[in-house]
């Protein structure tokens, strides 16, 4: 990546409140709950992390912008449940797999323990691994970091905050899609 490009950002809102998407010309780079207003300190130190020198450029007609806003609508009204937007990951080769774990291995309406993950990776004894990096899951919603619960079957942890979890949790249940509806 040409580490001098733009990110683009946009913030819409969703039935559980504001949300902001930021990418860039090769996908999503991030997508969190609350306005871009909010974010920004939390951003810049994001890029300052991952040596991004671009510029944040207000563009909700962004074709990754405009597709995730659209899937994450689809998501809301019942009719996604996998989106196909890009995703432009930062982050360390573990985190990745992670969330290409949780994107593979946690259905639709199903939950998961930080455990499972773990097992699923094949790495049975990183579950506190697994946990960290489920906590720094830059891509709310899209990767499912919402089903992912405590061994005991306890809600844990959660970005956006427990009761937007619950909610996500209870509207996959509610909501059955149907395989040729997207």
Known sequence: MNHRSFLYYDSFTTPLGPMTVLTNDEGVCRIDFGHYEDRIASYQSWKKKHFLKGELVYDPDHKYVKLTKDEIEEYFNGTRIDFTVPLNCYGTEFQRKVW????????????????????????????????????????????????????????????????????????EKNHVVLPNSQ
Do not use: W
């Open 100 to 171: 290409r774990t949780l994107l593979h291995n946690v259905p639709y309406g199903e939950t998961r323990s930080y455990k499972d993950i773990a097992a699923a990776m094949h790495t049975p004894k990183a579950i506190r691994a697994v946990g960290g990096a489920v906590n720094q899951n830059p891509f709310s919603i899209i990767v499912p970091c919402h089903r992912v619960i405590g061994s005991n079957g306890k809600l844990v942890g959660y970005a956006g905050g427990l009761e937007k979890k619950q909610q996500l949790l209870e509207f």
